[in-house]
């Protein structure tokens, strides 16, 4: 069964959707300026191996080597192509983290392992727990920052995680979706340290920061090139559609979306916890990333009781459904613009004081 936030389709009426954690300022325009100049382009088919979409890339991240960059259909696509193309032992993931990891292991057929690494207050995880459970011939996979908790592992951290499982005979794949909203953005990444590491992969979503995942465009940044043949074997052909492609080149290069999607998210996210963490009753936990983990203390009512209260007053919340490790009690906002920030926070405020 998938567990996914923004799920508006089963409901009626116009809702504020914060289980779906994207950039409130929307579809960049100048993706929409362009989509518009390039219309023809619907007429051919894309290039097969998509070389100028991983140029793109490659410059938008500041690396050399187009050719170890996989793009896909959204970062779910790479996720379980890698796994599927990996041959592994073993998956080993965090709890509670981003379900798609152990659905991937599944369909491959491939042992899964999530690992209560975190500490009590989700700030920090335990490294070395994570390597306890693994064996030769392991991925590790950890999304960084974290969904839902908003935890960032630094990046001194990361490497020498990445150190110890190469010396394992293991591989590390860091699943950087939420990154761009971090305050610490590029510097935390570990997408400039792939070409150290011949045991690294980072995958990205493109389109969580730049505000339309219906376009569907996924990026990973592969340690070697005979690794990255080896994901694209697993792929079918034009998997990219042309919107998406027509988006990296246009997203990448919009420093004024960029820089106000970041003040943004500076702003918002501290403003949303400070009128949250005041609630009786609630506990939010702090996150690096565009959304908050939050606890209801008082028991007189489940996240699902909560969320059914709130979509009868436009409002729709993430409960905990398909991240282990988590209780009936916990649920995952996102950061949205001020005007809806206060929504939620007026909302929340009649339902639960």
């Keep these: 069964m998938n567990f996914h936030g923004g799920d508006v389709y089963r409901y009626s009426g116009d809702l504020i959707d914060f289980s779906s954690n994207i950039n409130p300022l929307g579809v960049p325009d100048s993706f929409r300026r362009l989509l518009l100049e390039r219309m023809e382009d619907f007429t051919r088919y894309p290039d097969i191996e998509y070389q100028e979409l991983r140029k793109r890339i490659a410059d938008y991240l500041h690396i050399y080597r187009p050719e170890n960059i996989v793009p896909g259909n959204g970062a779910v696509e790479l996720i379980y192509k890698l796994v599927a193309a990996s041959g592994a032992s073993r998956i080993v993931g965090l709890r509670p983290t981003f379900s798609e990891y152990g659905r991937a292991a599944m369909a491959a057929g491939v042992e899964y392992v ?103 465009l996924g990026y990973a940044i592969v340690s070697d090139k005979a690794a990255a043949k080896t994901i694209k074997e697993h792929m079918e052909p034009w998997n990219i559609n042309t919107a998406a492609v027509i988006a990296a080149y246009s997203i990448f290069d919009d420093q004024r979306y960029i820089e106000k999607s970041r003040s943004w998210i500076r702003t918002e996210r501290g403003y949303l916890y400070e009128g949250l963490a005041n609630f009786r009753g609630l506990k939010v936990y702090p996150s690096k990333a565009n959304f908050h983990l939050l606890e209801l203390t008082d028991r007189d009512m489940t996240a699902s009781q909560l969320k059914a209260e709130m979509v009868k007053k436009g409002v729709l919340i993430r409960t905990a459904e398909g991240f282990n490790g988590l209780s009936e009690f916990h649920l995952r906002l996102a950061v949205k613009d001020r005007s809806s920030n206060d929504v939620l926070i007026n909302t929340l405020k009649t339902l639960i004081e």
């Design 114 to 216: 999530d690992v209560p690494a975190f500490t009590g207050e989700f700030d920090d995880v335990d490294r070395e727990l994570i390597l306890k459970e693994t064996v030769p011939n392991s991925i590790v996979i950890i999304c960084n920052p974290n969904n839902p908790t908003g935890t960032l592992i630094k990046k001194a951290a990361m490497r020498e995680l990445a150190e110890a499982l190469l010396k394992r005979d293991c591989k590390l794949v860091i699943d950087e979706a939420f990154i761009e909203f971090t305050d610490s953005y590029p510097s935390e990444s570990m997408a400039d340290t792939v070409e150290e590491f011949s045991n690294l992969t980072v995958i990205r979503a493109a389109t969580k920061f730049f505000g339309m995942p219906g376009i569907r």
